[in-house]
T-cell receptor
């Protein structure tokens, strides 16, 4: 069963537009962790954020913000005033520490292209 | 500067060759991971080592053989691979996370493997 769903395969925006990347997860645990990673063309997955299931506060870091809603099992990621350097594949991931030896389950990723 | 390094960055090998991928982490972590990233497929966890012991092997074919001589180094030995094994192989590290907590995994830049 798919644990993490990123329904948007590809998104293309023009620079300075805001863009939201969706992530829906599935778990029966009350304790879990959610992550976002960025994978630029160089290939390395760059860690962006980790959020535990007991902290539903939204987070903002510069142009990045995250909206965690347990009621809809979603952990969406918004980039404000996008830039060309934001072009990358973005992965959402779920970790369930009491199951699966703490494996991270990744979504399929969303490829974001920001055009100048 | 990345805390996780991988060599080589690119590798082309024939099906009868034997080669090894190397990963080194400089973050003081004691868990290391191998992932496979194929085109159009989610990241697949291959192996997990914690405190230099293999704790998980996700039914990976025996032509992939991991080795973890210490907590800073991880190898993936390759022999008699198939063309479908061509992929980006990513290494990651984290703190040992068994027992109900999750620490963030930090990734290396990957090795792009092509099997002819």
């Amino acid at each position: 069963a798919q644990k993490v769903t990123q329904a948007q395969t590809e998104i293309s925006v023009v620079e300075k537009e805001d863009v939201t990347l969706d992530c829906v997860y599935e778990t029966r645990d009350t304790t879990y962790y959610l992550f976002w990673y960025k994978q630029p063309p160089s290939g390395e997955l760059v860690f962006l954020i980790r959020r535990n299931s007991f902290d539903e506060q939204n987070e903002i870091s510069g142009r990045y913000s995250w909206n965690f809603q347990k009621s809809t099992s979603s952990f969406n990621f918004t980039i404000t005033a996008s830039q060309v350097v934001d072009s990358a594949v973005y992965f959402c991931a779920l970790s369930e520490p009491y199951q699966n030896n703490n494996d991270m389950r990744f979504g399929a990723g969303t490829r974001l292209t920001v055009k100048p | 500067e990345t805390g996780v390094t991988q060599t080589p960055r690119h590798l082309v090998m024939g099906m009868t060759n034997k080669k090894s991928l190397k990963c080194e982490q400089h973050l003081g972590h004691n868990a290391m991971y191998w992932y496979k990233q194929s085109a159009k497929k989610p990241l697949e966890l291959m192996f997990v080592y914690s405190l230099e012991e293999r704790v998980e092997n996700n039914s990976v074919p025996s032509r992939f053989s991991p080795e973890c001589p210490n907590s800073s180094h991880l190898f993936l030995h390759l022999h008699t691979l198939q063309p479908e094994d061509s992929a980006l192989y990513l290494c990651a590290s984290s703190q040992d996370t068994r027992g109900g907590s999750t620490d963030t995994q930090y990734f290396g830049p990957g090795t792009r493997l092509t099997v002819l």
